[in-house]
């Protein structure tokens, strides 16, 4: 496996931003470079070690996926090599773990949709049995199914701040009633087309965020990662139905375990406080969710 990569140092071409997980690159006026580091986040806080691979294995997942849906919505990709728009001497920092996109007007939008109860939702439905003002049938559990996906988006937050649930109606009043609509069953078919391959492959989707953008025609574009395990929930089949019985998180391939780690972490004998620095990850933490992403990719594209 190569070195790990925390954070590009391309100078070939300008940094536009460095998110929690990507870096962004201008490429002239038009299109973005994007190259996903071995950074990993939490509870919207960067780790300060990275996960070997990730970076890589992400840009796979997402690539698999915005070529299994491009029947539905089109994509950033410009189908341009990445390696191709930077200097020689900095190929080997985007192989395998870049993508070439066309720039878009960003939706200032997390397009969120939920097949299960989980993480946040989770904890709004016990206090409201709602999630972003959809109500929800009484007597739901921890990790329950819903009886039909539901769009609950969240407003994008600036970095090392919490994305915050949103209602439908906020959506609305951002981008227009009739873009929010088109973007709420785009976001629904996507999730329900994506859910149904993978359960094929043993892997439950519960919940996953979509980004969209516009481009120069105002055509609406599904844009940044989609389906990664950095941006959906997924649970393996076979430990799903013991953990849901018992009332627990099921096991994951995605940053739920990295979650879980963290919510029992002490830090100078406190639970941690959900703010930078995070705790330093283990090794064997740091092995054991390589090899969650890694799996997941395995299996989805056996």
Known sequence: MT?????????????????????????????????????ISAFDVIMGEPIPGKGVLLTQMALFWFDKLGHLCPNHLTGVAPG????????????????????????????????????????????TQSVCGVTLPAGLKNASPLPEPIFTPAAKAEAGAHDEN?????????VGPELAARIRKLSIEIYK??????????????????????????????????????????????????????????????KQFLRDWLEAARVHGK???????????????IAQTAAKYQEALQRLTA
């Open 3 to 39: 070195a790990a990569l925390h954070t590009s140092a391309l100078t070939s071409l300008p940094l536009l931003a460095r998110g929690k997980v990507r870096d962004n690159y201008a490429v002239g006026s038009d299109r973005i470079l994007m190259v996903a580091s071995d950074r």
């Open 271 to 285: 639970p941690w406080d959900k703010t930078p620095p995070a705790p330093h990850l283990p090794q064997d933490v």
């Open 84 to 127: 191709s728009v930077v200097a020689p001497d900095e190929v080997a920092q985007v192989k395998d773990r870049s993508m070439l996109v066309k720039r878009l007007k960003p939706i200032p939008v997390e397009a969120v949709v939920r097949g299960y109860l989980a993480g946040s939702g989770w904890k709004e439905y016990r206090d």
């Open 166 to 174: 949103i209602r439908y109606e906020q959506v609305e009043k951002v």
């Open 193 to 254: 087309t994506a859910a149904a391959f993978a359960l094929a492959k043993g892997i439950i989707i519960a919940d996953t965020k979509f980004e969209f953008g516009l481009d120069e025609h105002g055509t609406l574009t599904l844009m940044d990662e989609v389906l990664t395990p950095d941006s959906s929930r997924y649970w393996p089949v076979e430990g799903y139905e013991a953990a849901f019985a018992a009332g627990r998180n099921p096991p994951s391939y995605d």
